[in-house]
């Protein structure tokens, strides 16, 4: 573990995170995001107060569903989502106060909160969790951009919210390849990752952050 805290507040004792995933859309009659969620749930870590949530893929509904959700308070916030084509785990830094419909041009681009910044960053350690990943041999990079649909949208939410609200905010979005189901089933010629190495994924980081909750904890002389 590196850089304990890194801007993380934590709640000393159980961690408190929400995890959300996707539904289908389009031609996708199952999310990667979800399938991966499913797979974690089979075998849920100790020490962790987890609330999960499933997404359809629609703007109105992911606002006002996310902010009630948010409003229960989470020491931390992973959201999930399918990237196709993605060969690898991806970990979204910044959130951009843009929004644009699926198959919209860019002139009908939005801002995804009239008075917010034009931008959040994730205070989370993601250059650590990269290589906490790829050390266990998943594959998984940074990214610093997370489109303009509503992968982008539940990341800057999610910030700006809490933000209003007052509370502090430990949030990234991980793009998770397809997984190797979707390919085979659908004949698609496109990189994938079995769901359950993207469960093991979310289960090293939720562990690093458990790990980083008692080593803050320790130096506060709390137990």
């Not at 850089?3 to 159980?14: A, E, K, L, T, V």
């Not at 997370?146 to 509370?167: D, I, K, P, V």
Request: hydrophobic share 40%.
């Amino acid at each position: 573990m590196l850089d304990p805290g890194r801007g993380i507040r934590f709640n000393y004792g159980m961690v408190k995170i929400l995890i959300t995933a996707y539904g289908p859309y389009d031609d996708w009659p199952e999310n990667a995001s979800w399938l991966a969620l499913q797979a974690f749930l089979r075998d849920l870590p100790d020490g962790v107060e987890l609330t999960t949530r499933l997404y359809p893929v629609d703007f109105q509904t992911l606002r006002s569903r996310l902010e009630p959700d948010l409003a229960e308070g989470h020491d931390a916030v992973l959201h999930l989502g399918q990237a196709p084509g993605a060969a690898r785990i991806e970990l979204e830094t910044i959130g951009l106060n843009i929004g644009r419909e699926r198959g919209a041009p860019p002139s009908e681009d939005f801002p995804l909160a009239s008075d917010g910044p034009l931008a959040y960053r994730s205070g989370l350690p993601l250059p650590e969790w990269e290589a906490l990943l790829r050390c266990n041999g998943i594959p998984a990079a940074v990214s610093y951009h997370a489109g303009e649909y509503l992968c982008n949208a539940a990341l800057y939410l999610t910030h700006y919210f809490n933000e209003q609200a007052g509370r502090p905010t430990s949030a990234t979005f991980l793009h998770l390849p397809l997984d190797t189901s979707q390919v085979v089933d659908q004949g698609r010629d496109a990189p994938s990752l079995p769901a359950e190495e993207s469960a093991r994924a979310i289960r090293l980081i939720i562990a690093d952050l458990q790990q980083r909750r008692q080593y803050v904890g320790e130096q506060a002389g709390i137990a």
